[in-house]
T-cell receptor, first 113, second 109 residues
Framework: EPEVTQTPSHQVTQMGQEVILRCVPI?????FYWYRQILGQKVEFLVS????????KSEIFDDQFSVERPDGSNFTLKIRSTKLEDSAMYFC???????????FGQGTRLTVV | DAKTTQPNSMESNEEEPVHLPCNHS???????IHWYRQLPSQGPEYVIH???SNVNNRMASLAIAEDRKSSTLILHRATLRDAAVYYC??????????FGTGTRLQVFP
């Protein structure tokens, strides 16, 4: 069964450093998403991406965040200067269309120290 | 975003049916009812969705009230692997998923 793959599974970084979280969405999917989940809290929407541009973003997704689809398979989330409060599980998701089911990856646990 | 209300937690015994309720009294005509679940230490996983009619798939059944103000996710025979947080989400076709706090389902052997 096709799946969304995220790497790394766990990333530890120092405050102020840049991190890039990587995702390989399902190959025929066109819509891509990033969500995050702070420990013990809800899954929060960050950004949706379609046709090489951001279609929607939340208040959390400020200027420190960016997304990119650098090639035909990868979808990345970059945090330019990490803060302690960026520590969370980050989930990538993809779907064929906004109306169809979204498939989520296993997540990247980001720990900012 | 239209709001859903779910119990914080529910319990079940293995191999028994589980009925997970969801209230959504402010649902609009274009809102689909989606269910996702999140197993421990994993990403959310799609379970089922519907608009007006009851729906069945290999994972579960979705029973939608006639007035659409509530719905019930039915797991026909709970297994230990079904222990998860279950999210009931209202979503229009072009909207992103907005997760609430969901129902934490415990399954006992």
């Amino acid at each position: 069964e096709p799946e969304v793959t995220q790497t790394p599974s766990h990333q530890v970084t120092q405050m102020g450093q840049e991190v890039i979280l990587r995702c390989v969405p399902i190959s025929n999917h066109l819509y891509f998403y990033w969500y995050r989940q702070i420990l013990g809290q809800k899954v929060e929407f960050l950004v949706s991406f379609y046709n090489n541009e951001i279609s929607e973003k939340s208040e959390i997704f400020d200027d420190q965040f960016s997304v990119e689809r650098p090639d035909g398979s990868n979808f990345t989330l970059k945090i330019r200067s990490t803060k302690l409060e960026d520590s969370a599980m980050y989930f990538c998701a993809s779907s064929e269309a906004p109306s169809t089911e979204a498939f989520f990856g296993q997540g990247t646990r980001l720990t900012v120290v | 975003d239209a709001k859903t209300t779910q119990p914080n937690s529910m319990e079940s015994n293995e191999e028994e049916p589980v009925h997970l309720p969801c209230n959504h009294s402010t649902i609009s005509g274009t809102d689909y009812i989606h269910w996702y679940r999140q197993l421990p230490s994993q990403g959310p996983e799609y379970v089922i969705h519907g608009l007006t009619s009851n729906v069945n798939n290999r994972m579960a059944s979705l029973a939608i009230a006639e007035d659409r103000k509530s719905s019930t996710l039915i797991l026909h025979r709970a297994t230990l692997r079904d222990a998860a947080v279950y999210y009931c989400i209202l979503k229009r076709n072009t909207d992103k998923l907005i997760f609430g706090t969901g129902t934490r389902l415990q399954v006992f052997p």
